[in-house]
Structure formats: C-alpha cells, structure tokens
C-alpha cells in the first residue's frame, strides 16, 4: 500500500472510514466524474501534496478532464481561461481552501446550476482529497516517480 493510506494503516480503524468515503466519491457521489476531479485536483494543488496530485491526475483523465484543465490547476493559473463550469468550481474550490470560505457570489453561481446535494458532496470531496493531502504532506510520502509533477 502506498500513498496516505500507508501511513493511516497506523490507526487502522481510521484507515477503514476513511477508505469507506474513496467508494463513496467513485460509485455513488451525485457530482459527474469529470467535475468531481476537477475539484479534486484544485483542492491538491492548493494542499501542494505531490503524491496526491499524480494519483488524481491519472483518474481525472480518465475521468474526461482535458489536459489544458490540468495544465491550468498544475500552474495556479487563471482559472477564467476555463470552460464555465470547471471555471466555477476552481474559484470555488480555491477560495475554500485558502480562507476556510467562499464568496456569496461564487458560491450562488454554482447553486444556480446544481442542487444542495451536490454542492454538499463537491465541497466534501474537495476537502476529503485535502485531508488525505495533509496526511502526505506530514509524513511527506514522495509522490511516485513516474507520475504527474506539480510546478515549482
């Protein structure tokens, strides 16, 4: 095993709920796949967490997320060179990460085109990956060699 559950092995009753919320995000979340990466990688790339980013990369593009998405998210770029909804959910997702809220305009513009189930479940998966982003950071678990790299 690799990555942060490597390291919540070392309390494995934890491990085991926070493992059962992995299934959650996969096959049951109401938020699409692709819209679902994309905020899961902006939350990543906030959390600066190498290890997370790769693994996240690889199932966002499997998930549809186009390359100049990633490109844009990899580099904290402007999120306003985005299509609407990815565009949407990164200012979204950053502003929650970095000040622990979001602006009412931002929050409405994506409330206008999703119910509350879904933005409950958006903002949950953004700040589960941060969690497990925390988690490597800590034990500062490298990110696998032959995968995805963040920018300096």
Known sequence: M??????LLH???LAERVLGLVTFFRDESVVEPKLRSVAILAAVREREAAYVWAAQVRAARANGVGNDVID???AKGDAGTLPAEERSIVTYVRQLMRTNR?????????????DAQWMVELTAAANYFALLS???????????????KLSA
């Open 134 to 148: 925390g988690v490597v950071n800590a034990f500062e678990v490298a990110a696998p060699p032959d995968g995805d």
């Open 11 to 13: 309390s494995p009753r």
């Open 72 to 74: 844009v998210l990899r």
């Open 102 to 114: 979001v602006d009412q305009a931002v929050f409405d513009a994506l409330e206008s085109r999703h």
């Open 2 to 7: 690799r990555g942060p559950f490597s390291m």
